[in-house]
């Protein structure tokens, strides 16, 4: 019974492997024919979709043919017309010529006619010329030759006489016109950028943008200092002030050239002795217009207009000339106003004493270059320049170097006197200062090796500079005590005065 049990048991467990295989392998068949099925119709899901894309890029491709086609056509259409409207202009322009063509051609025969007609005029005219050359020539007793010499010469000489009156008035114009608008320019220049000027009496200070200005103007060696100093005539202190170089000189004319010059080469930049030289010169011209300026407004306010020119420009070199502070071109015009209102109230003549008054000090506009009282040197000018006599009298007699010889004479002494005397008028403080700097300075420059000297801050410091070959560094200390002792014994000062000695040394190589 057992092993029928197991017989049993046996079959069992074949028959379920075979049922399980057929059932396993009837499951793998639907399985395989549902994803072949899948398959298919994805495919042809697939080719649907290729064959629509390549329907639609056709389609992209046949509009964009399309369009390009139509862009072309435009274009073609659009060339078209501008070579239409070119071919139009040019016929146009044909047209145009053609009708200038003939026009020169209807000219040319114009000119062809009556040049045929001149030629015939000019025949005529010769024929007559020669028979009235022998005419002349019978009646004159002259050959042809000799009567065109005579006629030349004549026509040559007041040719000439032409030419120099015309010169002389187209001169003239252009020199007025010149002037005007060379007044013109600079009014509306300085409207536009106005500057402030500060008058100083024996010095004069240009403002530097920096202190290394300071070197520039130096220069390599000195030689840029040196090429101002010399061309000028001032001397240049370049001492601690900051940002400022200060111009010395007892000529107010010198110094101005001087500042004008240097104020313009800081403000350039460029500063060699090249262009020192040509700044220098444009700033004598500047200070001359000034001058010429100057004088031409002083006859103007005092209406003395008529005086010589020389005379004039001599009036305005006051403007640069002072008197114990006071301004000599101002004090001129007021001694003028001053004498012509005492003249109106004596009844004296009135031109003459506003004349007298103007010119009285006109000496002291080249005392410094003609020896002599200034009374006398004007009046010998002004007599020179033919001033009247009476007002030559003036001049020469205000500070009686000679007898006045007219009431007018004695008014302009007058006015002077009380020009000079109002209050405010004249600071008798600041010659006394003056002197004692010149003092300072003489009293430096007169011992051996020094080289230049200098009274700075108000005098209350001298700076010498000494010859390096001359004064060692042992003599430079030295010479401070020596000179600060001569101060000591022969000059009178409030306060004390600092002595400074400069000893510089260059060496110079180069490597070759």
């Known amino acids: 019974m057992t092993s029928t049990l197991l017989i049993g048991l046996a079959i069992g467990v074949v028959v379920g492997a075979v049922v399980s295989y057929v059932l396993s392998r009837y499951l793998s068949d639907k399985t395989v ?101 022998e005419e002349l020539q019978r009646l004159s007793g002259l050959s042809k030759e000799e009567a065109k010499q005579l006629l030349v010469e004549a026509m040559r000489a007041e040719a000439r006489q032409d030419m120099a009156r015309v010169i002389r008035e187209v001169e003239a114009e252009a020199r007025e016109e010149a002037d005007r608008r060379a007044r013109k320019i600079i009014a509306l220049a300085i409207q536009r950028l106005a500057s402030e000027q500060v008058a100083e009496t024996t010095v004069a200070s240009v403002p530097l943008p920096s202190d290394d200005m300071k070197g520039r103007i130096i220069g390599r060696q000195g030689r840029n200092i040196r090429a101002i100093e010399q061309a000028t005539g001032v001397d240049l202190i370049v001492d601690d002030t900051p940002e400022a170089i200060i111009i010395s000189s007892h000529d107010p004319i010198r110094r101005e050239v001087a500042r004008i010059a240097l104020s313009k080469l800081v403000m350039d930049g460029r500063i060699q002795p090249s262009r020192i030289e040509k700044e220098v010169q444009k700033a ?143 600071r008798e403080a600041l010659e006394t200062y003056l002197r004692r700097v010149t003092a300072l300075e003489d009293l430096a420059n007169s011992f051996q090796g020094v080289e230049q000297a200098y009274a700075i801050q108000a005098g209350r410091e001298i700076r010498i500079v000494v010859k390096p070959n001359v004064v060692d560094d042992y003599e430079a200390v030295v010479l401070s005590r020596e000179i600060a002792k001569k101060v000591e014994e022969t000059l009178e000062y409030p306060g004390q005065i600092k002595v400074t000695v400069i000893r510089e040394t260059r060496a110079v190589e180069y490597a070759k």
């Open 33 to 133: 024919q549902s994803a072949r099925k899948q398959a298919e119709e994805i495919l042809s899901e697939a080719k649907a979709a290729a064959e629509l894309h390549r329907q639609e890029i056709e389609l992209a491709a046949k509009e964009e043919q399309v369009r390009l086609r139509e862009e072309l056509e435009q274009e073609t259409r659009r060339r078209r017309r501008e070579l239409q409207r070119q071919e139009e202009r040019l016929q146009k322009r044909q047209e145009q010529l053609d009708k200038r063509q003939e026009e020169l051609d209807a000219r040319d025969k114009n000119l062809q006619k009556r040049q045929s007609k001149l030629d015939k005029r000019a025949a005529e005219l010769d024929q007559i010329e020669a028979k009235q050359v």
């Open 284 to 426: 004598q011209a500047e200070v001359e217009q000034s001058i010429w300026e100057a004088g031409e407004q002083a006859v103007y306010e005092t209406g003395l207009q008529g005086l010589h020119p020389e005379i004039i420009r001599l009036v305005g070199r006051l403007k640069y000339r002072t008197s114990y502070g006071q301004n000599q071109l101002y004090h001129a015009i007021e001694t003028a106003h001053l004498a012509g209102i005492l003249a109106a109230e004596l009844g004296a003549d009135v031109r003459t004493a506003k004349m007298g008054g103007l010119l009285h000090d006109l000496g002291k506009a080249v005392t410094h270059e003609v020896e002599g009282p200034h009374a006398l040197v004007g009046a010998d000018i002004a007599k020179r320049f033919g001033v009247p006599p009476k007002v030559v009298n003036c001049i020469a007699a205000h500070h009686h170097e000679v007898e006045p010889e007219c009431i007018e004479a004695i008014l302009v002494e007058a006015a002077d006197a009380i020009s000079g005397a109002r209050p405010g008028a004249r």
